[in-house]
């Protein structure tokens, strides 16, 4: 069977405890790989009934997810209601009425021999082999607005087999934030945040999650008033895709009936901006295009959205935990940094003297 190989550009430069602690992942993914040979078995007896040849190459283990099953849109071949929309999104109440979700288990969707898994995108650093981020995922998975239709983004290209009740748990939290629900009275126009520029970068990767900057717009056309958010990370952070390298930013859309005063529509993305509109735009605000000839029209992929009767409170809370780590958006919907923030904040400052 073949064994997940991590990767490592100058395995020379390692410590000898990180050359121990990668020997012994793969020497745990060989095991836990034959542990769970009869189920690998199994499923590929599975596919092949639906015409797909896998091989061991296929299988990897993950400590963090279990056995991982890869192949370019396996989701599509699994079952007939397994449809996206024009947007690559698929209903979540659909999902929901024909796999099951189980308590503590969220971003995972149970058959009797495969479990579906949320994007990896809502994943910690975007990378499909860590946890879900806190804690978007747990909210979407446990939300029930009875006027609300949700849709979610899923990882097409892989499925979970072990399926089980084991999980990689990870203590953590992040408290959505307060807001002025008088959306009505908010102005039109742009805002940008960015973290105090008086602290040492690495001490504002650290306290603020490698953000940047969080640019807001609100605009508003006849009883419709829409709001724009993009979450611009450091430089250091970026992601592949269709082998390029792109810089991640979250981009947050919603729309508000100021008639029936509640939000109507909610969704969210990945941009993936190339290098040069990176530091183009970063620095900018969204009227970028309006300003510039050299329009940027990047690279998107939907990774959720909510239509119905949305309330401010729903928004926002599912607005802060999907910019998950970023002070940034407590700032603007509540004045003011998290309180363990101002005070590491205030103690820096004090050691500068």
């Not at 040849?53 to 989701?75: C, H, K, M, Q």
């Not at 990689?168 to 008088?182: I, P, R, V």
């Not at 269709?242 to 859309?253: A, C, M, S």
Request: glycine share 4%.
């Amino acid at each position: 069977m073949k064994i997940y190989t991590l990767k490592i550009n100058a395995m020379e430069e390692l410590t000898d405890f990180q050359k121990q602690y990668f020997q012994m992942l793969r020497e745990e993914e060989i095991e836990e790989l034959s542990k769970h040979a009869a189920v690998i078995s199994s499923f590929k007896e599975f596919m092949k009934k639906k015409g797909i040849e896998l091989t061991d190459a296929n299988f990897n283990f993950y400590r963090t997810t279990g056995v991982i099953v890869s192949y370019p849109n396996i989701v599509n071949f699994l079952h007939d209601s397994l449809v996206n929309d024009k947007e690559g999104l698929m209903s979540f109440n659909r999902l929901c009425q024909n796999f099951t979700r189980k308590q503590f288990f969220n971003g995972y969707l149970y058959s009797d021999n495969f479990m579906l898994m949320a994007n990896a995108y809502f994943r910690r650093g975007f990378h499909k082999i860590n946890n879900y981020a806190p804690r978007f995922i747990e909210h979407f998975w446990n939300y029930s607005g009875a006027n609300v239709d949700t849709y979610i983004s899923l990882d097409v290209d892989r499925v979970k087999i072990n399926v089980d009740s084991s999980a990689y748990m990870e203590l953590d939290t992040w408290y959505g934030a307060q807001f002025n629900k008088q959306i009505n009275s908010i102005a039109d126009g742009i805002v940008k945040l960015r973290p105090p520029m008086d602290i040492e970068q690495h001490r504002i990767s650290f306290f603020f999650n490698n953000a940047y900057s969080l640019d807001i717009k609100w605009s508003t056309k006849d009883n419709i008033k829409s709001f724009q958010a993009e979450e611009f990370k450091t430089e250091d952070i970026k992601i592949g895709k269709n082998n390029v390298e792109y810089y991640p930013v979250r981009y947050l859309h919603a729309e508000y009936d100021m008639d029936k005063e509640c939000f109507r529509h909610f969704d969210g993305a990945i941009h993936f901006y190339t290098e040069d509109e990176y530091y183009n735009r970063r620095d900018s605000d969204f009227n970028y295009n309006n300003k510039n000839k050299g329009h940027i029209k990047t690279l998107s992929q939907k990774l959720f959205k909510m239509n119905g009767i949305i309330d401010v409170s729903t928004w926002t809370k599912f607005s802060s935990h999907f910019l998950t780590g970023n002070p940034l958006v407590i700032e603007y919907f509540e004045g003011k940094y998290p309180e363990y923030i101002s005070d590491m904040l205030d103690k820096v400052r004090l050691m500068k003297g």
